[in-house]
């Protein structure tokens, strides 16, 4: 099992900055893929970031150029850094860590989220 923590939301107006932490413990390792997706209120959860054991990293359209995943597997944490923000990016943002084991097929795990509020 894995338990993924996540932390540094908040109150920022827009325009402002913030940085969000997953912090990871139980069975991790630094084979797995990690992400951070987000959910407004009446929107389905949709993709942010992610960023590959390898390091490889993909973004969503709307935060590219504003947004940077990033991890540190010594400390089994992955960050989002999240510059410019924007009201309508006022969510949920939910960590995932997800690999494909050998027989058990697709782990796949989630945090319970962060809120972040992006308002003046």
């Known amino acids: 099992q894995v338990q993924l923590v996540e932390s540094g939301g908040g109150l920022v107006r827009p325009g402002g900055s913030l940085r969000l932490s997953c912090a990871a413990s139980g069975s991790i390792s630094s084979s797995y893929n990690m992400g951070w997706y987000r959910q407004a209120p009446g929107k389905q959860r949709e993709l942010v970031a992610t960023i590959t054991s390898g390091g490889s990293t993909n973004y969503a359209d709307s935060v590219k150029g504003r947004f940077t995943i990033s991890r540190d597997d010594a400390k089994n944490t992955v960050y989002l850094q999240m510059n410019s923000l924007k009201p309508e990016e006022t969510a949920v943002y939910y960590c995932?860590?997800?690999?494909?084991?050998?027989?058990?097929?697709?782990?796949?795990?989630w945090g319970k989220g962060t809120l972040v509020t992006v308002s003046s």
């Open positions: 995932r860590a997800d690999r494909v084991a050998p027989i058990l097929g697709l782990l796949d795990y």
